[in-house]
């Protein structure tokens, strides 16, 4: 059943779009971090997508996407001048996080778009399915 | 005793319609899923094109062996065709991604309309056939 495959399929977009958004809240909370627990400021996160086999024939094999994996930034950190900052070098230099608000904000509009582009599927599948259903009523 | 649907060819044209807009619509569903995903190319297949040769398959069918006068012909289900060719005027970008939102939402919209268009012409042709039954019962 065809229209099962394509709740199936925008189910596993929405999914991964989800967890896309909830790395850039994790991102943007953590902006001006210091101290985590494997030490220096927080990196930046970033999710890595694929696509994922759900079992269909033919042409739509890998039809879904999955998380392949969380890249978190190797990027140099923000540097500031703070000597009366608890984190402070002997320089008086402070690192902060590498994340950039602005490159958060676009990617989190990305992500909301993708995700509305997911649900805009389930909408018409929906609709399909009732027009389908609709055949019954000849009456 | 025939069988009143599938002898009716519209019911039938229209059938094959159906199997392959929601096909179809499982296709956009994997190309939105995967927007994000690096070397993904868009799946498509041609409706139209679809459509026709499932038509023309109709009238000469690869038909099942009967071994009674009463035994139903079985419907030849149209496998999809597996073509997924690359679209050529798709600017594919960094990442080797060429999905393309906009042509996406377009074709889930008109794909939708399609579904709904034949389920509609189903839904005529039966309403006609009750009717017939209908007036016949009513002398």
């Known amino acids: 059943m065809s229209i099962k495959q394509i709740l ?58 999955r998380i392949a994996g969380v890249k978190t930034s190797q990027e140099p950190f923000l540097t500031r001048f703070e000597p009366g900052h608890p984190d402070a070098d002997p320089d008086g230099v402070v690192s902060y996080p590498n994340v950039n608000p602005v490159e958060e904000m676009v990617n989190l509009t990305e992500a909301s778009r993708a995700y509305e582009a997911n649900i805009a599927v389930v909408r018409a599948a929906k609709a399909m399915a009732t027009s389908a259903l609709d055949i019954l009523r000849v009456q | 005793m025939f069988d009143i649907t599938s002898g009716n060819k519209m019911i039938q044209t229209m059938d094959q319609a159906l199997t392959l807009a929601s096909k179809r619509q499982a296709f956009i569903a994997s190309n939105l899923a995967n927007l994000d995903t690096p070397g993904y190319r868009t799946k498509d297949f041609s409706f139209e094109g679809a459509l026709k040769s499932a038509v023309e398959g109709q009238i000469s069918p690869t038909s099942l062996t009967t071994t009674h006068a009463m035994h139903l012909q079985g419907s030849t289900s149209s496998s999809l065709p597996a073509s997924t060719d690359a679209l050529k005027p798709n600017a594919e970008r960094n990442d080797g991604n060429d999905v393309n939102l906009d042509r996406e939402n377009m ?33």
Request: glycine content about 8%; overall charge positive.
């Open chain 1, 8 to 65: 199936d399929i925008a189910s596993t977009g929405m999914a991964a779009q989800r967890l896309r958004v909830q790395l850039i809240a994790a991102n943007i909370a953590n902006s001006e971090t210091t101290r985590t627990k494997e030490g220096g400021p927080y990196r930046r996160k970033d999710a890595v997508f694929a696509s994922k086999d759900l079992g269909f024939a033919g042409a739509l094999a890998n039809a879904g996407v």
């Open chain 2, 107 to 139: 074709l889930l919209s008109r794909t939708q309309g399609a579904y709904q268009n034949a389920s509609t012409l189903i839904q005529v042709e039966l309403r006609k056939l009750y009717l017939l039954i209908r007036e016949a019962s009513a002398h």
